[in-house]
């Protein structure tokens, strides 16, 4: 039985707190969640029949595992909380976490504590990182998204782009991982977790193209090393709670919750 808090309960968190007291109800312990939208977070707590209300500083010593399913700017403040005090912590907003990869993995080493990234809406990572044993020269990634999902991206606020006009199939950025990571935080999470598992965020290469009339999020992963090439292209649906988060990024935050309580681990 492992106890588990969850940080943020919005589209992702909420579907793993409900997992949590439903098919993961005889391995996992949900002792509390907390949300900056107190509203949100009390309407889950009665649904879930959780009575206690706790601050992230007060929830992070009674459990074993912290899930962050909040924002880019929470993720690094609820890693380093949760490592310090020797816990494990599954991290979704990976973009928050390029600049401290460092600081992350040392925290990590230093409480033996584990950081989980799941792969989010993308496909590849297992072959990225059997690869990354070996030589890899490039790792590219280009998305595909209709225009309204990058509605107030920092890129697109900046650059004064004009979603609305767009009527054919437009790049919209094309650079390193770091840099869309920058600019689109809610819509780019799966480039962090590639440039981590992979070549980091300043040689991963990442194109974004706005495309009218698209309903699906479509990630394409390219990988070429001393072993070969991958290519991977995921076609998602996005969730009909939060049109930027792709369906399969849910599963995969269940996936690897199921995955952290297996006794049989399958895959790189
Ligand atoms: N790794 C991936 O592939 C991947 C895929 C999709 C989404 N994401 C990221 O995962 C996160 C959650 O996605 P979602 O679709 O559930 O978003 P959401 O907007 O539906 O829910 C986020 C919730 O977190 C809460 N929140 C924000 N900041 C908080 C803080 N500091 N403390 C506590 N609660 C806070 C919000 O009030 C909201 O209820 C986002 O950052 C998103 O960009 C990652």
Redesign the pocket.
């Known amino acids: 039985m492992i106890r588990v808090g969850i ?9 793993l707190a409900l997992q949590c007291i439903t098919t993961l109800k005889e391995e996992v312990r949900l002792v509390g969640i ?4 107190v509203q ?2 009390r309407l889950l707590r009665k649904q879930l029949g959780l009575s206690r209300r706790y601050t ?1 500083e007060q929830l992070v010593p009674q459990v074993d595992l912290v899930i ?8 690094y ?2 890693a380093k909380t949760a490592l310090q005090h020797g816990k494990d912590v599954m ?6 976490l390029v600049h401290h990869e460092a600081a992350i993995w040392k925290l990590a080493a230093e409480h033996r504590s584990c950081v989980y ?6 496909a590849g990572l297992d072959g990225l990182k059997s690869a990354s044993i070996g030589r890899i020269r490039k790792v590219s990634l280009t998305t595909r998204k209709n225009p309204l999902s990058f509605r107030n991206a920092p890129y697109i606020v900046q650059k004064r782009i004009d979603l609305n006009t767009i009527r054919e199939e437009t790049l919209l950025f094309d650079g390193t991982a770091e840099k869309a990571i920058q600019g689109f ?3 780019i ?2 480039s ?2 590639l440039s981590m598992a992979g070549i980091g965020s300043k040689k991963t290469r990442v194109r974004i193209y706005a495309c009218p009339g698209l309903t699906h999020h479509v990630h394409e992963v390219a990988i070429d090393g001393d072993f070969g090439s991958i290519y991977t292209r995921t076609q998602n649906l996005p ?1 009909k ?2 049109p ?3 369906h399969l ?2 599963l ?2 269940v996936a690897t919750l199921k995955r952290i309580l297996a006794n049989i681990k399958i895959g790189t």
């Open positions: 940080i943020g309960t919005g589209t992702i968190g909420s579907e907390v949300d900056t939208d949100r977070e992230l962050e399913a909040a924002s880019a700017a929470a993720a403040p609820i991290i979704m907003s990976a973009g928050g990234l799941p792969s989010g809406a993308i935080p809610q819509n999470n799966v962090a977790t969730s709670k939060n930027k988060t792709s990024a849910i995969s935050a």
